[in-house]
């Protein structure tokens, strides 16, 4: 069995903590070392059926997060499979799909290209370091939430918490 097969719930769970988090308690997240970047859902949520033989549902354009339908499929138990983002932090701004189920960023978009970067070459070595930049962030925001998930009172706690936000 693949990791994501066994473990992309987890991922699925993430997804639907940082909708959560950024409903209750704002976008912004301090990932130390003098890092906080801010976070927000986009145009495009997609949710896991609850089984095999269940319809799909995805919600476009807009802010979806703020839709009756959006909270009716969170009532009734589902967990975001994917979704649009927009992750900033300073000046530098992305925008990108996150899948739930392998945590893989689709579709990225990076900041823009600095005006002042002096060739190809140099543009190009910047976008790498933006790449991998999304990268090491969302990487420190997902640790965030396995250290709440992984606590022995997350369902006491945080999990209670967030079920009661899921069904109000």
Known sequence: ???????GFLGE???TWLWFR????GGEFDLGE?????????DYIEFAPLDDDETEHTLKKGIPTRSSEARAALKSGHRLRRARLVLGMGDLIWLFTLDGATLGLRSVKLPDDDEEAEGPEEVSRERAVNFLLIHELMGKVYREFLRLRLRRDYRANAGAEQARWMAG
């Open 22 to 25: 950024t409903e209750t308690e």
């Open 1 to 7: 069995m693949s990791d994501a097969a066994s473990h």
């Open 34 to 42: 003098g890092r906080v970047v801010g976070l927000s859902f986009d």
């Open 13 to 15: 769970e993430f997804l």
